[in-house]
C-alpha cells in the first residue's frame, strides 16, 4: 500500500501504465501454461487429426506439413512453434479445428456473445439481488427483516449454481412450463427470445455469488454506520436512509468491488456447466466438447479468450477501486 501524489478522484498515467504491464505478463503466462499442457499430454496431434485408422506414413507426412494448425510444422522446435502460435493469435488467426477442420475463429465466434451476455446479465442479477437486501438488512439490523435473509442468505450460499440449475429446469421448466428446457433461442433469431431463455441460467450463476456479496456488503455497511462521520451525519439531521445510502454505501462499497472483480472468474466457470444444463451452445459446451475430443486448438483459444476477460475484468475493477479511493494502488 502506497500514497499516490495524484488528486482526489484521478488516476495516474503510471498507475494504468502499471496495470497494463501486468496485464500484459499476466497473458504471457497464461498463455505459455495453456501452450504447454497440451504439449505434455499424451497423444499425437497429427493423429488426432488423420484418426486412429490413419497410417504412419501419413501421421509423418501432416507433422512436416507447414500450417496444419496454428503450431505450424510440428517437427519444429518447442519455442518456435510457441512463437508462431502468439504471433498467429495476435493477428487473428487461431488456428483450425482438428476435429471440424474449420477456422477456430469462425468456430468460436458466434459462441463468445451467447457466453458473453450471460456472464453480464449474471454479473447484473449479482447487483440487482446483493444491492437491495443488503440496505434493507442493514437498515432493519437484528429484526425480523434482517434475521430472514441471514438464514435465505446462509442456504444460497450453500447451493452450487448447477444445481439451481436443475431446479429451475424442472420446476419452471417441466412443472410449470414458462420455458422449454432445451429450446435455446438464438440471438441471430430473436434477441428477445435469446435474453429471455438466458434470464434463469443467470439467475442460477448469480444466486450463490450475490449471497457472498450481500452477507460482504451487510458486515461492511454495519462497521460504516458505527463510525465517527456517521454520528456527524446524524447531528446534522440526515435521516438513516439518507445515511445508509448516501454515506455509509459509498465506503462501504469499496472491499465489495475488489470481490465482485475476482467473483467475474467464478461467473464463468459457473457458465460452462450451466450451459450444459440448459443446453446453452456457448463457449463452455465448446471447450468441454473440444476437451473429450482433443481438440487442442479450439481448447487453447477459449482458455486465452476467458483468460482476457477476466484479467481486463480486473483491471478495470483495479482502476475504478483507485479512483474511489486514491489512496491506495492495488
Request: aromatic residues 10%; proline residues 5%.
Amino acid at each position: 500500500m502506497s500514497i499516490d501524489a495524484s488528486g482526489p478522484g484521478e488516476v495516474s498515467m503510471k498507475f494504468v501504465l502499471k496495470k497494463i504491464a501486468g496485464l500484459i505478463i499476466a497473458l504471457l503466462i497464461v498463455s505459455i501454461l495453456a501452450f504447454l499442457a497440451f504439449e505434455v499430454i499424451p497423444g499425437d496431434p497429427a493423429r488426432s487429426i488423420l484418426g486412429t485408422e490413419a497410417t504412419e506414413s501419413k501421421v509423418q507426412a501432416l507433422r512436416e506439413e507447414k500450417g496444419p494448425d496454428r503450431h505450424g510444422n510440428l517437427n519444429r522446435p518447442l519455442p518456435q512453434r510457441y512463437g508462431q502460435w502468439v504471433k498467429d493469435f495476435v493477428t487473428g488467426d487461431m488456428g483450425t479445428s482438428y476435429s471440424y477442420q474449420v477456422p477456430v475463429k469462425e468456430m468460436i465466434g458466434d459462441k463468445l456473445p451467447v457466453t458473453a451476455a450471460m456472464t453480464v446479465m449474471a454479473f447484473l442479477f449479482i447487483l440487482l439481488f446483493s444491492i437491495p437486501v443488503s440496505l434493507l438488512s442493514v437498515r432493519y439490523a437484528n429484526k425480523l427483516v434482517d434475521k430472514l435473509f441471514l438464514i435465505l442468505n446462509q442456504i444460497t450460499m450453500s447451493i452450487p449454481p448447477f444445481f439451481i440449475g436443475i431446479i429451475f429446469t424442472v420446476l419452471f421448466g417441466l412443472i410449470f412450463k414458462l420455458f422449454t428446457p432445451g429450446g435455446y433461442v438464438s440471438y441471430t433469431e430473436s434477441v428477445g427470445g435469446f435474453l429471455g431463455y438466458l434470464v434463469l441460467p443467470s439467475i442460477a450463476i448469480a444466486l450463490p455469488k450475490a449471497a457472498m456479496t450481500t452477507k460482504m456488503l451487510r458486515n461492511s455497511l454495519l462497521d460504516e454506520m458505527h463510525k465517527d462521520y456517521m454520528r456527524t451525519a446524524m447531528s446534522r439531521g440526515n435521516s438513516p436512509w439518507r445515511m445508509l445510502v448516501r454515506h455509509a454505501f459509498r465506503n462501504g462499497i469499496l472491499p465489495v468491488i475488489t470481490f465482485l472483480g475476482m467473483a467475474i472468474a467464478d461467473v464463468i466457470a459457473n457458465s460452462i456447466v450451466i450451459e450444459q444444463v440448459f443446453g446453452i451452445p456457448g463457449l463452455g459446451r465448446t471447450l468441454i466438447s473440444s476437451i473429450s475430443k482433443r481438440d487442442y486448438p479450439v481448447v487453447e483459444a477459449v482458455i486465452v479468450l476467458i483468460a482476457v476477460i477476466i484479467l481486463v475484468i480486473n483491471v478495470i475493477v483495479d482502476l475504478l477501486y483507485r479512483k474511489l479511493d486514491k489512496r491506495i494502488e492495488i
